[in-house]
Structure formats: structure tokens, C-alpha cells
């Protein structure tokens, strides 16, 4: 699966470039984006790094790491603001995960992008999407709600497993 551009109404989900990475190592830099799943801000060295490995592709065949940046329409200029991401596995099911800069939180593009992205994967003949919010984290918890996810009874890896069942 490739991922290709969606619109949403305030966002283009745009698919990833190496390139990004000198804007989003700003966008992404603030260590509290870290607060629930560890570790710390890239430098811009380190994100073109991953960035070229997240765009080599999974070593499964059978699974796609399809990664967007948010590109945010309507300002002075369009600013990157976050990422969302979806690796999609053969059984017709993607887990999906997000994040948005700390100076853009709190507008609902992290909700509006990942509509979006549950529209975009339904297309794509996406069954099943799955996202896992660590159980403090109230407004992860909010977007998951927004793109049509319920929390469940699993817990993995001390996250909650929200899941939607698309097209059903």
C-alpha cells in the first residue's frame, strides 16, 4: 500500500519525505511530546535517519508503513504541525498512531487528521484499525473517540488497544 496525499478541511496529509525532516525536527522537538512513550526529541540528523527507514519500507512484504506530515493550510504559509502513520498488515487491519506539536495542540487537528486517515485506510479496503493510547493520556484518548475508535479491554504494553471495525 502507498500512502498518496489526503485533505481533510484545515490539513494536508502529505506522504513523507526525507526532506521533512529539517521543519519536523522542530515541530517534534519538544521533549513533553515524550511524556508518554518515552525517550526524546530527534535531532534533524537522527530524523532523516529514521525517516529513510520508515520510506525503505517494512522487511515484511506483506506489511506497509504508510507515513504522512500535516501540512497546515490557511496561515501566512503552509507549516508542517505533526505526523500520522498507519502500518497495515495482510489481515485487512492497520494500527495507527499520531502526534501533533506542542504549539499546535489543543485546535483538533490531531482529531481531524486522523478521520482523515480512518477515511483514507477504509478506501484502501481496510477492515480493522487499531491505535494504543497509554491510559493517562486524555486527549490521545479524545482523538481515538474522534476517528471512530472504542477503547477495549486490552491492555498491551500498559496501553489501552482502541479499535474500530470499518465499514461494518
Known sequence: MIPTEIRTPRLDLVPLRVEHADEMAAVLGDPALHAFIGGAPDDVEALRARYRRML??????GVSWCNWVLRLRGEDRPSLVGTVQATVVPEARAEIAWVVGTPWQGRG?????????????????VRTVVAHVHPDHGASAAVARSA???ATEVIQDGEIRWEATLGA
Do not use: T
Open 148 to 150: 471512530g475508535l472504542a
Open 109 to 125: 487537528f490531531a482529531s481531524e487528521a486522523a478521520r482523515g486517515l480512518v477515511e483514507w485506510l477504509a478506501g484502501q479496503h
Open 56 to 61: 525503505a519500507g517494512s522487511p515484511d512484504p
